[in-house]
């Protein structure tokens, strides 16, 4: 892998770190933040790391079609599992903003289940990250000296 993939990668990690301290900090505060981070930490590495992964190979798969020619529009599954990962991961948070839109049963639900809503982004990053790399198992790697810059 290309150390700009790999770059690429860690900074869609930081940025949907940032996406969930500005969501959960701002409706919640920054107790409710630690709180937070604090009790589902295991889910939230893992989503953030499966997400980075993920979003690194596409960038690569992305990089190795480019030098090799290929029309191809490739990461369409992947980004799409991505993206339902990100929407599963945070879905629970609409229950803070639920109660101000007067719907606090669905509050509730989604507090609920939060747990099962986390653990379905978790599934569905890693459909995605196996879509990639399944792809990019058979994307031709790169011949010597053959850069791009993305």
Same mark, same amino acid.
């Given at each position: 892998?290309?150390?700009?993939?790999?770059?690429?990668?860690?900074? =869609?990690? =930081?940025? $949907?770190?940032?996406?969930?301290?500005?969501?959960?900090?701002?409706?919640?505060?920054?107790?409710? #933040?630690g709180?937070?981070?604090? @009790?589902?930490?295991?889910?939230?590495?893992?989503? #953030?790391?499966?997400?980075?992964?993920q979003?690194?190979?596409?960038?690569?798969?992305?990089?190795?079609?480019?030098?090799?020619?290929?029309?191809? @529009?490739?990461a369409?599954a992947?980004?799409?599992?991505?993206?339902?990962?990100? %929407?599963?991961?945070?879905?629970?948070? %609409?229950?803070?903003?639920?109660?101000?839109?007067?719907?606090?049963?669905?509050?509730?639900?989604? @507090?609920?289940?939060?747990?099962?809503?986390?653990?379905?982004? $978790?599934? /569905?990053?890693?459909?995605? /990250?196996?879509?990639? #790399?399944?792809? #990019?198992?058979?994307?031709?790697?790169?011949?010597?000296?053959?850069?791009?810059?993305?």
């Amino acid at each position: 892998m290309n150390r700009s993939s790999i770059r690429i990668g860690v900074i =869609a990690l =930081a940025a $949907l770190a940032m996406f969930y301290i500005l969501v959960v900090g701002g409706l919640g505060g920054l107790e409710h #933040l630690g709180d937070q981070a604090a @009790t589902d930490w295991p889910w939230l590495v893992g989503i #953030l790391v499966g997400f980075g992964i993920q979003v690194a190979l596409l960038a690569e798969l992305r990089r190795r079609r480019r030098l090799h020619g290929a029309a191809k @529009t490739t990461a369409g599954a992947g980004s799409g599992a991505s993206v339902v990962g990100m %929407v599963a991961c945070c879905a629970h948070h %609409v229950a803070d903003l639920v109660p101000i839109l007067g719907a606090s049963g669905a509050a509730i639900f989604l @507090t609920e289940f939060r747990v099962p809503i986390m653990a379905a982004g $978790l599934a /569905v990053n890693g459909l995605g /990250v196996a879509v990639a #790399l399944r792809r #990019l198992l058979h994307a031709p790697a790169p011949t010597g000296g053959q850069t791009c810059h993305a």
